[in-house]
């Protein structure tokens, strides 16, 4: 064997290093929160004095752990685990997450954190309803499919952190917008639109919303809650609000 063909075998022997229009945005979305859950380990009410390993770990993790639980649930080998791509993005948008939180405070990291998350939810929200559009072409299927991937990689980083996962506890709509997207792209899917106009329209509608639901206060309703527990919580403040008095 020639050098060349062992060089092509070597890369090979890594993965499927294939780019198609959907693994893209399912990198965008995978490499984000992975960025994401480095710097929500480091957040006070979730840090526990994670090493530098710990807070890589769990920061891939969160990045790929939506789209593993979806594509299991869909019978397919996860794509995390065949494309290189992957791992390798989900790697290096946790170091960066890494250095920008230890050169910067925690009122700076707390708005970009909100800001990337309301940007990768609605890309896993549109893979994952189009994934199961593919497969099973069902919409109540593709709907759920819509809602895990954005979803579980944030409740395993709340989980080990001893934190409530998000997506049962008040907050600005991120399960909400997890099924407005899916809904949305899900109606431009079977409307007729092509791929990457369903896709575009349901991301600007998703990330739109969640936008507005953090800066105007927007948040899930919940039922009465007991007086003691009302009256000893501190008010939520909208986050333009909180960012702008954290600056002063």
């Known amino acids: 064997m020639d050098f060349q063909s062992a060089w092509t075998n070597f890369w090979a022997n890594f993965g499927f290093w294939s780019l198609s229009a959907l693994t893209i945005i399912d990198l965008i979305a995978a490499t984000t929160n992975a960025f994401n859950g480095a710097l929500l380990a480091r957040r006070p009410d979730h840090y526990k004095h994670y090493t530098v390993v710990g807070i890589l770990i769990m920061a891939i993790l969160g990045g790929i752990g939506g789209g593993v639980a979806r594509d299991v649930l869909l019978a397919d080998v996860p794509s995390a685990l065949t494309n290189p791509w992957y791992l390798i993005l989900c790697f290096l948008a946790a170091c960066l997450a890494l250095v920008i939180a230890f050169n910067s405070g925690q009122k ?20 994952g309803a189009q994934k199961g559009l593919d497969q099973l072409n069902l919409v109540l299927p593709a709907l759920l499919l819509g809602v895990v991937g954005p979803t579980f990689g944030r ?7 001893g934190v409530t996962p998000k997506l049962f506890v008040r907050g600005e709509w991120f399960v909400g917008t997890a099924i407005l997207t ?57 986050l333009g609000e909180a960012i702008r008095e954290e600056f002063k």
């Open 182 to 238: 899916s809904v949305v792209y899900v109606f431009c899917a079977l409307g007729g639109l092509s791929l990457n106009a369903g896709m575009a329209v349901a991301f600007v509608v998703g990330f739109t919303f969640r936008m507005l639901a953090l800066f105007l206060k927007w948040e899930e309703p919940e039922p009465w809650e007991p007086a003691d527990v009302a009256a000893g919580e501190a008010e939520r403040k909208p």
């Open 108 to 127: 700076f990291r707390e708005g970009l954190f909100q800001f990337m998350t309301a940007f990768s939810l609605p890309w896993y929200a549109v893979v």
């Open 155 to 161: 409740y395993f980083i709340d989980l080990t952190s």
